[in-house]
């Protein structure tokens, strides 16, 4: 192997921002044969960029890098690596290549010619862990790549515990070993990266689940198939904060409250008055133009008094019904509790069939009595029709793991092995669109999935998913007045191509949302508040004023 590995330095580029789309693991593996045939390149020539774009990433990252550990399975993941040995050599650094003994005999092509490529050069390889220098400037993990099926095994898994036991500076190859490529679970162990270099495509498993805990930084290099890539389209899509400016456009200046959108807020049970208050604020924060609670008698000097802008009442049958017909979205469940108050509520909300958020407390009034969800009529067709029942579509429902499991009637550790597939059962069994919330929160509509790859750790405490509510409430009833004057019918069903004022606000207020919470931990994330993301809404919800 000579220098001539690196003569597609363009196609070795690292990209200097992530793209949209991600990809599970079937499809990339089909998308590097195809892409790089339809480039006319061989597989050995797309393995060659991916060694030059990882030793690319390492000469910006570490420009003094004098001592390299490599640790190679036996896959494609594992050529890559040796690819990467060979030109940290030529460039002066002392490399060391570990693999395990069974590696050598069972390597995947062109992970073999690598193998040659790296012995011609006069490399060689270690299979005894305890022989590695565990001072080197970097390790690079290359072991096992998106290849992970179940558990990894007992001799891999020393190799992972080698990586994580010692304090050098870790960068994962594609995807940190051990960790699972489409869920971002870890089965038993994986490698704890400072940085992951992903090649080709965005594997969805590296922005939810466990994979944080993992990854660190992400970069990414397309190895030159940005244009077929592009020609690709993906259910699953990765949003940032650099989307909030498409989903939030700049108000019409003759604009007045009536056209951005009445919301009501229902709940606050005894004790838990804390919660309509945080989402009350939080709608009128992200701009809603009227703001109304309904909620037990005790709480509503206390919500007059911090946030006199809204209008506090206390509940009762008579005033829910006014308050309902009056309401534009509805924003049902913060401190809600599961009483036969909080019942008589859902039914009500439900019966009225306005767009509402459910949320907290709500959706486990929901769990225990599913057919409550279900509009009457539709119940009545489809018994008719011999057919499923369908939910309206007309709603967002925010669960966090606990609520989704009670949502399906299963574990939470079930809804955690698979958080793509668990949003997607949620929304097929009730309709709308769901938000699952937690690391690398995920809002599912009928078609698409998205990420929203903002948040931390900060937002781990009470009431932040009352503040969530209450900006989903508020940004839905302004999506719904632009919506309405585009003719946009919200209860019809939308057609392909046809865009969803829910899927938009849903998608708007995890952003908006992850985003306050990124700007406050920039002062820390221990200690941090729910109501600290209150002033910050305003400062990030107006991303196109002038």
């Known amino acids: ?152 095994r007992p001799e891999l898994a020393k190799v992972i515990q080698w990586v994580n036991t010692h304090s050098m500076p870790v960068l994962a190859l594609d995807i940190p070993s051990g960790l699972q490529a489409d869920s971002g679970t870890v089965a038993g162990v994986a490698v704890r990266a400072q940085a992951t270099l992903t090649l080709v495509a965005l594997k969805r498993g590296l922005f939810t689940g466990q994979a944080r805990d993992y990854t660190g930084a992400v970069y990414y290099a397309a190895l030159g198939l940005d244009a077929w890539l592009a020609t690709h389209s993906s259910p699953w899509q990765r949003l940032s904060r650099a989307d909030l400016a498409r989903y939030l456009p700049a108000r019409r200046p003759c604009s007045h409250k009536g056209e951005h959108g009445k919301v009501l807020v229902l709940g606050g049970e005894l004790g838990t008055g804390g919660a309509v208050c945080l989402a009350a604020e939080a709608a009128l924060r992200s701009g809603a133009g009227l703001v109304r609670v309904l909620t037990r008698a005790e709480h509503v000097p206390v919500l007059l008094i911090r946030c006199p802008e809204v209008m506090a009442q206390v509940y009762t049958p008579a005033v829910l019904q006014e308050a309902l017909a009056w309401a534009d979205v509805i924003a049902c469940g913060p401190g809600l509790g599961q009483g036969l108050w909080a019942q008589e509520i859902v039914a009500a909300v439900q019966a009225a069939g306005k767009p509402t958020i459910w949320d907290a407390d709500a959706l486990n009034v929901l769990a225990s009595n599913p057919l409550r969800f279900l509009d009457q009529a539709n119940q009545a067709g489809a018994r008719s029709a011999g057919t499923e029942p369908r939910h309206r579509a007309n709603h967002i429902l925010t669960p966090h793991p606990g609520e989704a499991a009670r949502l399906l009637g299963c574990s939470i550790a079930d809804i955690e092995q698979d958080r793509f597939a668990a949003v997607r059962q949620l929304q097929q069994r009730w309709g709308g669109v769901v938000i699952l919330k937690g690391a690398g929160t995920l809002i599912a509509d009928r078609e698409h999935i998205a990420l929203a790859d903002v948040g931390n750790p900060g937002m781990a405490s009470g009431g932040s998913g009352d503040v969530l509510c209450g900006i989903c409430a508020a940004l839905l009833a302004q999506t719904l007045c632009i919506y309405a004057r585009q003719c946009y019918d919200l209860h019809n069903e939308a057609t392909e191509g046809t865009a969803d004022p829910l899927q938009d606000a849903a998608c708007a207020a995890v952003l908006l949302h992850g985003a306050a919470a990124d700007q406050c931990a920039l002062q820390g994330m221990r200690g941090m508040l729910a109501s600290d993301l209150l002033p910050v809404l305003r400062q990030l919800g107006n991303p196109n004023q002038k």
């Open 1 to 152: 192997m000579d220098r001539s590995i690196r003569c597609e330095e363009a196609a070795a580029q690292i990209a200097s921002s992530l793209p949209h789309s991600l990809y599970d693991t079937a499809w990339v593996r089909r998308a590097e044969q195809q892409a790089a045939a339809a480039q006319g390149i061989s597989l050995w020539q797309l393995m060659q960029r991916a060694g030059a774009a990882t030793w690319q990433w390492i000469e910006q990252h570490y420009p003094d890098l004098r001592s390299l550990v490599i640790v190679c399975g036996n896959g494609n993941n594992g050529g890559d690596g040796l690819v990467l040995a060979a030109l940290a050599a030529q460039a002066g650094v002392r490399v060391s290549v570990y693999m395990p003994p069974f590696a050598g005999q069972t390597l995947v092509q062109p992970a073999q010619q690598a193998l040659q490529a790296w012995l011609a050069q006069g490399g060689h390889l270690l299979h005894d862990l305890a022989r590695l220098d565990t001072q080197a400037d970097l390790v690079v993990d290359a072991l096992l790549g998106i290849g992970v099926r179940g558990a990894v």
